[in-house]
């Protein structure tokens, strides 16, 4: 069974502190990971994605994420954070015998104090 | 550019009526097209899918179906309404699969009464 942890409800940071928003997935196969952040009453949008290749992948609003298969990690992060950041950050997962069906976490709650 | 639009944004039905939600997609043909449901503000639960018109592959048994009647249109319903079908409903498309991102559409709250 494909399964996604976020071991972190809520993460705090002050502004301009590097934050780190952390994913652990487990899987038969090779992953396709995924993070989308959610801003309240809104849709999920599409962070960044890991698919193949450099481990450490960089997406949208400067964050980045590092893909470490020997842990079974992708951990957000971004090495300065802003008050708008503060949102609902979920990863997920996809896999080969899942194709088109993505796994979620239960997603974390950052906030950012100015 | 690619656009999902969902509607209605709020509902409050009571139990036992019907439900429809509907979601189209613009910009985009032959999307792979999804339903969700986000209970309390957290985890999503993948309700159905579909790879085309008149294809729906349903995750999890339940009160609810799914429909598309067109390429880019997906259609949520249900006969008669449970308190428990109360969520934030979102639907989703990805050009396909194979580590391709899920765009989200603006959801629905519904409120079941």
């Known amino acids: 069974a494909q399964s996604v942890a976020q071991p972190e409800d809520q993460v705090n940071v002050a502004e301009g502190n590097p934050l780190t928003v952390k994913c652990t997935y487990s899987v038969s196969g090779n992953p396709y990971l995924f993070w989308y952040v959610q801003y309240p009453n809104r849709g999920l949008q599409f962070l960044l994605k890991y698919i193949t290749g450099d481990n450490l992948v960089k997406g949208s609003y400067g964050f980045e994420a590092e893909f470490n298969k020997s842990q079974t990690s992708f951990h957000l992060k971004k090495p300065s954070a802003l008050v708008s950041d503060s949102a609902l950050y979920f990863c997920?997962?996809?896999?080969?015998?899942?194709?088109?069906?993505?796994?979620f976490g239960r997603g974390t709650q950052l906030t950012v104090w100015p | 550019s690619q656009t999902i639009h969902q509607w209605p944004a709020t509902l409050v039905q009571p139990v036992g009526s019907p439900l429809s939600l509907e979601c189209t997609v613009e910009?985009?043909?032959?999307?792979?097209l999804y339903w969700y449901r986000q209970a309390a503000g957290r985890g999503l639960q993948l309700l159905f899918y579909?790879?085309?018109?008149?294809?729906i592959s349903s995750e999890v048994p339940q009160n609810l179906s799914a429909s598309r009647p067109q390429d880019r249109q997906f259609i949520l319903s249900s006969k008669k309404l449970l308190l428990s079908d109360s969520g934030f409903y979102l639907c989703?498309?990805?050009?396909?699969?194979?580590?391709?991102?899920?765009?989200f559409g603006p959801g629905t709250r519904l409120t079941v009464t």
């Open positions: 989703a498309w990805s050009g396909s699969w194979g580590g391709y991102e899920q765009y």
């Open positions: 910009g985009t043909s032959n999307p792979n």
């Open positions: 579909s790879v085309g018109i008149g294809q």
């Open positions: 997920a997962v996809e896999t080969g015998s899942t194709l088109g069906r993505l796994y």
